[in-house]
């Protein structure tokens, strides 16, 4: 089978390529948006991250002419009614980095005692024949009240998983691979390729 990842952030791409390779799918022969000169913008302007996940895959899929997969993650903070959610890439303006996400949210969240979060990942596989599947992972935890660590990317210096005392970004790769929103939502994809016939 031929998939396209339809993402340009590498963090995520390499996590992807990582855990199809821990399930032992070494039959994918996978692609990105940079083999296709001309793969379009996909502007993520759903409400939800099932619509932007869904539009991204579709959006590979029709351009392409190959089974394309397309996640989008959130981050859920109680606190704030469930912001930054959908746009947590963008939660601090066009053009922001991690770190200006990051510190725009330990300032929203100064006055509160409750930091419940909750990453959420859904994931969309779009086919040629027309069949979609959408499957979704999460993983509870806290805002932190500090960055945290070096690794991983986004708000990981922020988050400590549930049954930790470490945000993301001190527990490292290894670590997050085994537990994270977008490995629950990727190894369910997984076995949907696994069974599918296209």
Excluded: W
């Excluded at 994918?28 to 793969?39: A, D, R, T, V």
């Excluded at 009614?81 to 947590?88: D, F, R, T």
């Amino acid at each position: 089978m031929e998939l396209v990842i339809a993402t340009r952030n590498q963090d995520k791409l390499l996590e992807i390529k990582e855990l199809f390779l821990s399930a032992g799918l070494d039959n994918i022969s996978f692609f990105g948006p940079e083999n296709f000169p001309g793969y379009p913008e996909v502007i993520e302007n759903g409400k939800t991250q099932r619509e932007n996940a869904l539009k991204k895959a579709r959006a590979g899929r029709d351009f392409t002419g190959k089974a394309t997969l397309a996640e989008d993650s959130g981050l859920e903070v109680q606190a704030l009614g469930g912001a930054p959610g959908v746009y947590s890439a963008r939660f601090a303006g066009k053009g922001c980095v991690y770190r200006d996400n990051n510190l725009k949210l330990l300032a929203m969240m100064e006055k509160f005692e409750n930091r419940k979060a909750m990453f959420r990942c859904v994931a969309a596989i779009a086919f040629p024949n027309g069949d979609e599947r959408v499957v979704e992972g999460t993983v509870d935890g806290c805002i932190s009240r500090e960055l945290l660590g070096e690794a991983g990317f986004g708000y990981d210096p922020l988050f400590i998983p549930s049954g930790y005392d470490k945000t993301f970004g001190q527990l490292g790769l290894r670590v997050k691979q085994k537990i994270s929103h977008r490995t629950h939502a990727i190894l369910a994809a997984i076995q949907v390729l696994k069974n599918v016939r296209v």
